[in-house]
Nanobody, 124 residues
Framework: VQLQASGGGLVQAGGSLRLSCVAS????????MGWFRQAPGKEREIVAA????????YYADSVTGRFTISRDNAKNTVYLQMNSLKPEDTAVYYC??????????????????WGQGTEVTVSS
């Protein structure tokens, strides 16, 4: 699986961005997809994750109510809509695929394939 993330950029606090992650090589609909982020000097953390089969979705507390993960299976694409952005959302955002069956996982170590990252900067 190859994942290509895009959509990052510079935005003012309170603004919105939509990140996209296009997959090639496999159909994503059977797998869990996650968005993670890593700020300078910090560990990579889960932002949101979704397993299409079963309808499981997870959001980190810090983004609940502001971010939405969604999919377009016909386009083999996963999105992260980010609203009401805050300076603390500044990070490199990565999409990832978990191809193992089972419950929705939220640990970065359990994801098998990663995109290259797209940088999000939120100015105050």
């Amino acid at each position: 699986v190859q994942l290509q993330a895009s959509g990052g950029g510079l935005v003012q606090a309170g603004g919105s961005l939509r990140l996209s992650c296009v997959a090639s090589g496999r159909t994503l609909s059977r797998y869990a997809m996650g968005w993670f982020r890593q700020a300078p000097g910090k560990e990579r953390e889960i932002v949101a994750a979704n397993r299409w089969s079963g309808g499981s979705t997870y959001y980190a507390d810090s983004v609940t109510g502001r971010f939405t993960i969604s999919r377009d299976n016909a386009k083999n694409t996963v999105y992260l809509q980010m609203n009401s952005l805050k300076p603390e959302d500044t990070a490199v955002y990565y999409c990832a695929a978990d191809i193992q069956v089972g419950a929705l996982r939220i640990s970065a170590t359990e994801y098998d394939y990663w995109g290259q990252g797209t940088e999000v900067t939120v100015s105050s």
